[in-house]
Each structure stands twice: as C-alpha cells, then as structure tokens.
C-alpha cells in the first residue's frame, strides 16, 4: 500500500515520519468518524428507548451490526473523498502530508479500498439489520461523494449540501434500532445534526479560509477577514438549534429537561458567535469552534435521558 518507504527500519517499523497504521487512520478520516458512529448510536439508541422505554440487551448485536456497517461505509466514503481531492489538499498546509497528496500511498490502492468499505457497510447492514438503514447508508455515500465533494469546488452551498449525509447517521440508527423511516421523531434527529453542522463548519472554515481559497475551494468565509460575516452566519445557525430544542419539547418528542437543556446550549452558542462576530480574531472563533464540539454529546445524552 506504500508508495515511499520513508526510511523503515528493518521489520515494517518506521524510524521517522507517519506510519503505515498513522497512514490509514488518515485515509479513512477516523477522528472525524468518531462523531458519524457517536450520532448512529444515539440514533439506534433512542429508537429503541422510544418501542420499550428502556434498553433492550437483545438489540446488542443489531447495534454492533449498524456501527460497523455504518463505519464501513463512513471510511470508504473519506478514501474516495480524499481521491477526487488530491490536487486541493496537496495546497492546503493542513491536507498536504495525507497520504494521497504527500504519494506515500497509491491511488489505485485507495480506490480499492474505498469500493471494498463501501461495498461491504451497505451490504452488511441490508443483511444483518435493514434494508431501510442500508438504503439510507447507500444515499449518504452518493450525497458525499457525488454532490458535495465536486460542489466544493464551485459553489458556497456545498456547506448546506454537505450538512445531508453528515445529518443521516443519526437516522441510519434511528432505523436499524427499529424506527420507522416515516416516523418524524427519526427527522428530527436529522434535522438536530443537519444544523448543528452549519455553525461546526462555519467556524472550521473561517479559521481555514485562506487555505480553502489558496485550494479553490468555495466557502461561506471567502473574503471574510473580519469574521463578521461567518460569526454572523454562525449565531443565526445556533439560534435554530435553540428553536429546534424547544420544538422537540412541544412536540412531545422530547421532555421539559431537553427543552431546556438544549435551548439554554443553543442560546449560548449564539451568544459565543456574536462575540467572535464582534470580535473577529482566531482566539474567539477557535473558542466558538471547541464549544461546538462539546454541544453535540452533551445535547445527545440529554436528549436520549429525557425522550418520551
């Protein structure tokens, strides 16, 4: 799978520079994967809590079934992001020492591998849980692969775009845990990571924004040296999820402690934007950017705590 050897010492092991095992981790995306498998398990999760109202030590392997189909088809679809990218990221200071850009790696190699984990998530999951959940994980594939990934290159809506298959995760457990894929407390849940997504990124983008523009890549922050256009952007996306929170509450979907909890995490949310709105500089944005991290699991384990 190597392309340069880097140095390696004798027995595979290498004496400087990424490894083969640091190689892969980076081809297949797995930090940022962690967040896809965390999402599809409070999906299936929550499914399951709403049918029996507790969880159910049966639905254990179903759950093991989704996560690792789920991841498969996660990872393949990060091989073959980063194939139609390798001219981009090789601009980029923070993509050009992956794999593909930096050649330790052969495309053909790539291609495979992302053909076999997308192959092999789809097919698992129509097998071992539903077809429905496989389904789902087929158009995720497409969405990313297809659309958003060629949309970076031409239009500032990729964002918007992207913001679908990274929001289906969640219904992909919703799904295999046994919920209906017409059932709305399922979109919900897409319609929760779909906006949460859009300040995350926001602030990703900022904070890169003269790479993605040296790489061509199209984005929101594009010319925005003040920040005040993508902190802006940012509180507007957090006040919907302070909304949403209280939607889920009125709905019945979700109890008085989510409302609150999600509504109060939201407003804080937009709250952090404004100041790197006024602001403008990397310390805010990089706090704004943290803060989102710390969102998601935090709402998710309210969420699934006080689900009707």
């Known amino acids: ?20 095992r640091g190689d892969l981790a ?11 498998l965390l999402t599809t398990f409070f999906g299936f999760l929550i499914a399951v809590l709403s049918q029996s109202g507790a969880w159910e030590w049966g639905q254990l392997w179903a759950l093991i079934h989704t996560l690792v189909g789920t991841a498969a088809a996660a990872f393949g ?14 601009r980029m200071l923070r993509t050009a020492d992956r794999p593909l850009p930096a050649e330790r790696v052969l495309p053909t190699w790539a291609f495979m591998l992302g053909w076999i984990l997308c192959g092999f998530g789809i097919i698992h ?39 679908i298959p990274g929001a289906l995760p969640p219904v992909i457990g919703w799904v295999g845990g046994g919920g209906g894929m017409e059932d709305p407390r399922g979109w919900f ?3 929760l990571l779909f906006l949460w997504q859009l300040p995350h990124f926001v602030s990703i983008n900022w904070l890169c924004r003269e790479q993605y523009e040296t790489a061509g890549f199209r984005m929101w922050s594009d010319g925005d040296e003040s920040g005040r256009r993508s902190g802006l952007l940012a509180a507007i996306f957090s006040l919907g999820l302070s909304g949403l929170a209280l939607y889920a509450f009125l709905m019945g979907y979700a109890g008085l402690i989510f409302g609150l909890t999600g509504g109060a995490a939201g407003l804080y949310l937009c709250v952090m934007a404004a100041r790197f709105a006024l602001a403008g500089d990397r310390q805010s944005c990089r706090r ?8 998601l699991p935090v ?7 006080d689900w009707n």
């Open 189 to 191: 849940l897409f319609a």
């Open 26 to 36: 980076a081809l297949i995306k797995l930090r940022l994967n962690i967040f896809v």
């Open 288 to 295: 704004f950017f943290l803060l989102t991290l710390l969102y």
């Open 77 to 90: 679809s990060a091989v073959f992001n980063q194939l139609m990218e390798i001219k981009e990221d090789a």
């Open 125 to 163: 999951v129509a097998a071992m849980v539903d077809k429905g959940a496989a389904t789902l994980i087929a158009i995720t594939i497409a969405t990313y692969v297809f659309v958003y990934t060629p949309l970076k290159r031409r239009s500032s809506i990729n964002t918007l775009v992207g913001a």
């Open 1 to 20: 799978m190597r392309v340069k050897d880097g140095g390696d010492k004798q027995g595979g092991e290498a004496a400087s520079g990424p490894s083969l």
């Open 299 to 305: 709402v998710l384990t309210a969420l699934a705590l």
